[in-house]
């Protein structure tokens, strides 16, 4: 196994390698890696690592989205039904009382 010491940035042949990444197991200069949850990882790996999970993130939040709009168009459903039922169930004597036979409405 080769020391560090001799070794070279994967990115830029002429420096001398500082820090391996765990990922890819490549040698890189201290310009080309960084800290990211105590582990030092290249720029690649650091990009593919904060990449995945964000974007199941973004499936589990259009899928939350599209539960309310189904839920929400339900209860709208829902109460719409049961105003009409109610109207539906009211006797008749109810409804001969309208507005438009009031004296106001009538063309005389």
């Not at 030092?40 to 999970?53: D, E, F, I, N, W």
């Not at 199941?56 to 989205?65: D, E, N, S």
Request: proline share 4%; glycine share 2%.
């Amino acid at each position: 196994m080769s020391a560090i010491t001799h070794e070279r940035c994967f990115n830029h042949a002429l420096r001398e390698a500082a820090a391996r990444c765990p990922q890819c197991r490549r040698y890189f200069c201290r310009e080309c890696v960084i800290e990211h949850d105590d582990r030092v990882l290249c720029t690649s790996c650091l990009k593919q690592s904060t990449t995945l999970p964000h974007s199941r993130g973004k499936q589990m939040a259009r899928l939350v989205k599209v539960i309310c709009c189904i839920a929400g168009l339900l209860t709208t459903w829902f109460f719409f039904f049961m105003f009409g039922d109610m109207l539906t169930s009211m006797p008749s004597k109810f409804h001969k009382a309208v507005l438009w036979n009031s004296p106001a409405f009538r063309d005389e």
